[in-house]
């Protein structure tokens, strides 16, 4: 029995230990990223259009905000939990070796410039490939990307592991990486990227247009957020957000 209880005991002890080892800045963005999934879950929030990555709506209404949002929320248990993970040992190392301060302006500068790049890219090829601009993308990924380049370049390590299964020289980790994402987005979520694209296809014409309705319906003396619920419960139609507002009341 005794050896049973301390196996027992060994694993709470040793978890404990691993979370003490996280650097701070890196285990505060886990438990942030954590943290807002599992709200997101309590309350039932799915909007991801609202914060995700948006190309037209950050052109449209300069909404940079998303530039940070976008990189916070993760779309299902899996995306979150996989992120975090790649994203531990990533962080605990470059912020050892950089320090909190520096490791927290990295991240804020990766988010920045990966989301201007993926903006001008979205905006060169939009004739030939207009969805491009109307694409939501949510998620850490892009960051932790950024992150393994320059981890492996400052640590030097020759080779890395991928899940444990095989090694590949460190400067194609990247690259297997986003292979393996791309696959796992096409597999296990081709649903929710379907919903989510489906979402984020309003163009900003169609914005324009919401808020133009939106200020008409304020101006017959509806209340705002009331209105605003009834116009998107309408998808748009004003006539019908008017006789949804009227049956409130």
């Not at 996280?22 to 879950?41: M, N």
């Not at 990486?177 to 649903?191: E, K, P, S």
């Not at 319906?217 to 209340?223: A, D, I, P, Q, R």
Request: charged share 15%.
């Amino acid at each position: 029995m005794r050896p049973n209880i301390i196996t027992e005991a060994g694993i709470p002890t040793r978890l404990n230990q691993w979370w003490s080892s996280i650097p701070f800045i890196t285990s505060g963005v886990v438990l942030i990223c954590g943290a807002i999934y599992l709200a997101c879950l309590l309350i039932g929030y799915d909007s991801y259009v609202e914060i995700c990555f948006l190309p037209s709506a950050v052109a449209s209404h300069f909404q940079v905000y998303r530039f940070y949002t976008s990189v916070l929320f993760h779309g299902s248990l899996l995306h979150v939990l996989f992120n975090m993970l790649a994203l531990v040992p990533l962080g605990t190392e470059l912020e050892r070796i950089m320090g909190s301060v520096r490791l927290l302006f990295l991240m804020f500068l990766l988010a920045t410039t990966n989301a201007i790049l993926h903006l001008t890219i979205a905006f060169l090829v939009v004739y030939p490939v207009p969805y491009l601009v109307d694409e939501c993308t949510i998620g850490f990924s892009g960051v932790i990307f950024s992150m393994i380049v320059i981890e492996t370049s400052l640590s030097g390590v020759q080779s890395r592991s991928v899940f444990g299964l095989f090694n590949v020289p460190a400067k194609w980790y990247s690259f297997i990486a986003c292979i393996d994402v791309i696959h796992f987005q096409f597999t296990r979520w081709h649903t929710v990227a379907n919903t989510v694209r489906a979402d984020a296809t309003v163009t900003a014409d169609q914005v324009d247009t919401f808020d133009e309705e939106l200020k008409k319906l304020v101006g017959m003396g509806f209340e705002k957020t009331q209105a605003e619920v009834a116009l998107a419960a309408a998808d748009g139609d004003p006539n019908v957000a008017i006789e949804i507002l009227m049956s409130q009341q």
